[in-house]
C-alpha cells in the first residue's frame, strides 16, 4: 500500500507557473499508474492529468492541455505537476492518486474511482 503527500501549492496571479509535487512512501512506486484530479468548492473532483508506470505516456484534460505538465521520477518516488499559464478557474485543490497497474497499461484511468490511493490534497488560488 502506497502513502501520498502533496505539496507545492500556493496563491499567485493569473499567468503564473507552479509545481506540484506528491510524494509516496510504502509500496513499490514503479508499479503505480499517477494521476492528478483537482477539486474547486462546490463541484466535484475532475481529472486533470494522468501517467503511466514507466512515465512514457501522458494524458491530459482539455481544460489543462498545452498548459500542464505531469512527470514521475521514480527514483524519487514522486509525481510532479508543472503548471503554467494560470487561470482563476484553475483554483482547486489538487490531489495524486495511484492505482497498480502492469508495465503494459496504457488505459487512460480518467475516473476518480480508477484509482486505489489518494493523498490529502494542497490548495491552488489564482487571483485575477
Known amino acids: 500500500q502506497v502513502q501520498l503527500v502533496e505539496s507545492g501549492g500556493g496563491l499567485l496571479p493569473a499567468g503564473g507557473s507552479l509545481r506540484l509535487s506528491c510524494a509516496a512512501s510504502?509500496?513499490?512506486?514503479?508499479?503505480?499508474?499517477l494521476g492528478w484530479f483537482r477539486q474547486a468548492p462546490g463541484k466535484e473532483r475532475e481529472f486533470v492529468a494522468r501517467i503511466t508506470r514507466s512515465g512514457g505516456d501522458t494524458y491530459y484534460a482539455d481544460s489543462v492541455k498545452g498548459r500542464f505538465t505531469i512527470s514521475r521520477d521514480n527514483d524519487k518516488r514522486t509525481v510532479y505537476l508543472q503548471m503554467n499559464s494560470l487561470k482563476p478557474e484553475d483554483t482547486a485543490a489538487y490531489y495524486c492518486?495511484?492505482?497498480?497497474?502492469?508495465?503494459?497499461?496504457?488505459?487512460?484511468?480518467?475516473?476518480?474511482?480508477?484509482?486505489?490511493?489518494w493523498g490529502q490534497g494542497t490548495q491552488v488560488t489564482v487571483s485575477s
Open positions: 510504502g509500496g513499490t512506486f514503479s508499479r503505480y499508474a
Open positions: 492518486a495511484a492505482r497498480p497497474t502492469i508495465l503494459s497499461d496504457i488505459t487512460n484511468y480518467i475516473r476518480s474511482d480508477d484509482y486505489y490511493f
